[in-house]
Structure formats: structure tokens, C-alpha cells
């Protein structure tokens, strides 16, 4: 945990081995936490408060305050960016997003983008930057663009994301057209709020188990390949997170095809065999799973020292293997980062 003001958590990504690893949670600002729930309150709706680059600081900021967390990741969503592009979001109680027009039915090009949508975002991160303790590492974040793209095309999340199977299948010229403004709109996105203050970057793909090989090659590492390669032309230096959740015996085929500098694993792999097959020195994230953060005690401390030694001889952030659960006891989190504070 943070000590000093080197940002331990930045030079993990870069390769080094730390020990304790550095720590922070996905979806760490959030409904677990009693201070979010109040601002919530305060704010209104979920777009309302992501707007609003005060609100949405202070949230960014309330899991730092609270557990000191290594990284701070920005508090925002991955539909900012078809937002941005013009369809419209709403967040509906107890169902989720909800994009209109959908694409399955209509045309990218009947959108009208407002590529403004993106400042706020951008002040957020100034916001977060100018009032994070130095040691804590700031991550930007987009969704990658089959992931993003499955709710441009359906209007909604899915459980087998069908829709947007169907059209990659029937219509691929059509899916690619989409899948390449979304490369060029999320790189552009990336580095804006890089050029705001982002230490590093991360790439989520939640919906990439949902692929086959081949289609897993053409939607899932071209796409970030792309915008890895769009990132580092104009900031080489930034470390860039990729996650595919579900990717399972993909993984090392995404990690030497995309050219992430890291990867981030579901609690669904294996660490030993992550860490087999992975090629050597490729720093990892992960990969608890949410669940036994719910429930705590001993399976928690058997679940961290299971992680904690099959990463012991590569680069290592402590995370989840998703989300952290809006009914995780904020007790079972300081439980987590006092197992954390012991080397190995």
C-alpha cells in the first residue's frame, strides 16, 4: 500500500516485482461504499453524477481516502464513448443502460456525435490528479470496441451477446466500419485523458469470452491492437492494461498479439497456469474473485496467498477478477489490504 511518493503501482506496470504488490479493486468507487451512496443521493442519476466532474472526483477519490488504495481509477463508464457518438444512454433502476438508436436496426452514420461528451470526463481526471496523494497511480480506462460494441448494436447488455454475434457474422463489413470508428474514437479518448493527468490506462473487453478463436482474433486483438499502437504513438510511455474477461486459453494469445504492457485476469483462471503460459515478466492484475471478498474469513486468506504465490516471481497487481459487489462489507476490503501488507 502507499508509502512515500513513489507510485509503486506505476512501476509494476513497467515491469518491476514488488512485494507486498500493489493494490486497487475494479469498480472500487462505488455502491459498497456509505459516502458514495450519500453523494448518489445528493447528485441524482448515475450519467448525472458521471457529468458532473466535481461529484465524480470526490468519487474517484472516496476509496483512496478511505483504504489508501496504490491506484485511483477514474469513476466513469464504458458508454461515454457511444454517448459521445451519438446514440442516446439512459441508466434504467434495477435493468441497466439503455442505447437508442440501436444498431442492429439503424446506420452509424444516421448519429450525430458530440465529441464534447468527453471534456467532463477529462476535468474529472485534472480534478483527481491535482488532489490524489503522489504515491497513488491515476488509470484512465475505455471499453475495447467488441464490448462496447455489443450495446451499440442491441441497446442493452445481453447474456450471450447474440445480436452483435449475428451482425459480425452476416454483415462483417458493416460490424468492421463500426468496429474501426470505435478504434479510432476510444484511442483519441485514451489519450485525452492521458493528456490530462492518466498515469496508465486500462482496456476492458467484459464481454470477449463470448468469441470463438477466429472471431476472438478479428474483434477482440486487432481492435486493441490498434489502439495500443494509436496510445503509444503519441504516449510511449504510458503503461496500457488490457482485460478480456473470459478470454480463458486465449489469454496468451491476446497478451503477444495486442501488445498490452500488462494483463488483467478473471477469477475464472488458474494463476499457476496463468503464469505458466504467459510470457515471462509480463506484469499481471488480478484475480480474486469477488465473491470470497464477500465472504471473508478463511477463504479470503486462502484465496490472497493462493494468488499471492503463483505471481510471486513475476510483476503483480493485486485486483479483482471483476467488479467489487455493492453489497461487499467495507470490513472484508481492510481485511484484504492487512493480508496484503505482509511480504510474502
Known sequence: MIGGTEKILLAVLRGEHRDPPPIWLMRQAGRYLPEYRALR????????????SDAAADVTLQPIRRFGFDGAILFSDILIVPHALGQELRFVAGEGPRLSPILAKH????????????????????????????????????????TVATY??????????????????????????LVDRLVEVTADYLCGQIGAGADAVQLFDSWAGSLGPAQFERWVIAP????????KARHPDIPVIGFPKGAGGKLA??????????IGLDETVDPVWADAVLPQGLPVQGNLDPLVLIAGGEALEQAVAAIRAAFAGRPHIFNLGHGIQQDTPVRNVEKLLGLLAEKS
Open 41 to 52: 443521493a445528493e447528485k441524482g442519476g448515475f450519467l448525472d453524477l458521471v457529468y458532473d
Open 107 to 146: 446506420e452509424l452514420s444516421e448519429l450525430v456525435p458530440d465529441l464534447s461528451r468527453f471534456e467532463p470526463i477529462y476535468e474529472t481526471v485534472r480534478r483527481v490528479k491535482a488532489q490524489l496523494p503522489r504515491a497513488t497511480t491515476i488509470l484512465g480506462f475505455a471499453g475495447s470496441p467488441w
Open 152 to 177: 451499440m448494436v442491441a441497446g442493452e447488455g445481453s447474456r450471450d451477446q447474440s445480436a452483435t454475434r449475428r451482425m459480425a457474422y452476416a454483415e462483417p463489413e458493416r460490424f468492421a466500419a
Open 224 to 231: 486493441n491492437k490498434a489502439i495500443v499502437h494509436r496510445v
Open 253 to 262: 494469445a491476446y497478451a503477444a498479439g495486442t501488445g498490452v504492457d500488462a
